[in-house]
């Protein structure tokens, strides 16, 4: 059972930055892709961004020019450099990976961008 470690949540006002990252505990697996997800209180968990095997890279319309997505492939380490922060960004963000087996979520982290 592969597991999924997000860190870098936080509390930043608006117009800051935040890099969240995500670890998982095995190597031994291949990567179909891997992304970010996030849920605001009373929403739908909705896409964020994704990266597949080939580093294709995909974004929410209302992340994109502010966030970035990155992946270390030999270390299955995945990261979202989170700039210029508006409080609508406000949510758990969880990290999500797509294997040929399955896939699997993270337990979430919290983001808070005050005003």
């Known amino acids: 059972q592969v597991q999924l470690v997000e860190s870098g949540g936080g509390l930043v006002q608006a117009g800051g930055s935040l890099r969240l990252s995500c670890a998982a505990s095995?190597?031994?697996?291949?990567?179909?892709?891997m992304g970010w997800y996030r849920q605001a209180p009373g929403k739908q968990r909705e896409l964020v961004a994704i990266?597949?095997?080939?580093?294709?890279?995909n974004y929410a319309d209302s992340v994109k020019g502010r966030f970035t997505i990155s992946r270390d492939g030999a270390k299955h380490t995945l990261d979202l450099q989170m700039n210029s922060l508006k409080t609508e960004d406000t949510a758990v963000y969880y990290c999500?990976?797509?294997?040929?087996?399955?896939?699997?979520w993270g337990q979430g982290t919290q983001v808070n961008v005050s005003s």
């Open positions: 990266i597949t095997s080939d580093a294709s890279t």
């Open positions: 095995e190597r031994s697996f291949s990567i179909n892709s």
């Open positions: 999500y990976l797509v294997t040929p087996w399955g896939s699997y």
